[in-house]
């Protein structure tokens, strides 16, 4: 723990010089502590959790879902990031990506049943998929839809002939 530890005598030319305390702390027991926090801590704090999208993919491959032309909105993303939608089979409109997220909920606002069809080219980015993604589970989750209804396809060459001059 702590010793007191006096120091005196004669001192130079013989004269009696005064008595000093020295004190010598034992410093262990504080180190223990201190490991023994930092080991605590280091056990009880959760690290960051790896992000998972759950992605639910149908049985069967060949399995055709039906869905009406009114209720499907597409949505294209070239490999320049240049994005189009469009409903239905109505003409394709090119948009900006500070313009998804509005024609995302004016849509779901019109008809909350309707389903979102994602074509993304190949050689397009992955950041841009998980983005236009995250942007329709908020809004869905804005609009309180619980049921999450969209589809992930990549681009064929139909598309790209119907994008291509826009």
Same mark, same amino acid.
């Given at each position: ?43 009880? &704090?959760?690290?960051?959790? /790896?992000? =998972?999208? %759950?992605?639910? @993919?149908?049985?069967?491959? +060949? ?32 948009? &900006?990506?500070?313009?998804? /997220?509005? =024609?995302? %909920?004016?849509? @779901?606002?019109?008809?909350? +049943? ?53």
């Amino acid at each position: 723990m702590a010793e007191m530890v006096e120091a005196g005598g004669r001192g130079k030319k013989g004269k009696k010089s005064k008595k000093r305390v020295g004190v010598r702390m034992d410093m262990t027991p504080m180190v223990d502590v201190a490991f023994l926090l930092l080991t605590f801590f280091m056990l009880s &704090t959760t690290l960051a959790t /790896p992000q =998972v999208m %759950e992605i639910s @993919l149908p049985p069967d491959s +060949k399995v055709n879902v039906e869905v009406a032309e009114s209720n499907l909105l597409t949505i294209r993303v070239r490999k320049d990031d240049a994005v189009f939608w469009n409903k239905g089979k109505d003409a394709p409109a090119k948009i &900006t990506a500070a313009e998804v /997220p509005k =024609v995302l %909920e004016q849509r @779901l606002r019109e008809n909350p +049943k309707i389903a979102t069809l994602i074509k993304i080219d190949r050689e397009s980015k992955y950041q841009k998929l998980v983005d236009l993604i995250d942007e329709l589970n908020l809004i869905q989750a804005k609009l309180g839809q619980t049921e999450k209804r969209f589809s992930i396809v990549t681009m064929d060459k139909d598309d790209d002939a119907l994008i291509g001059n826009l």
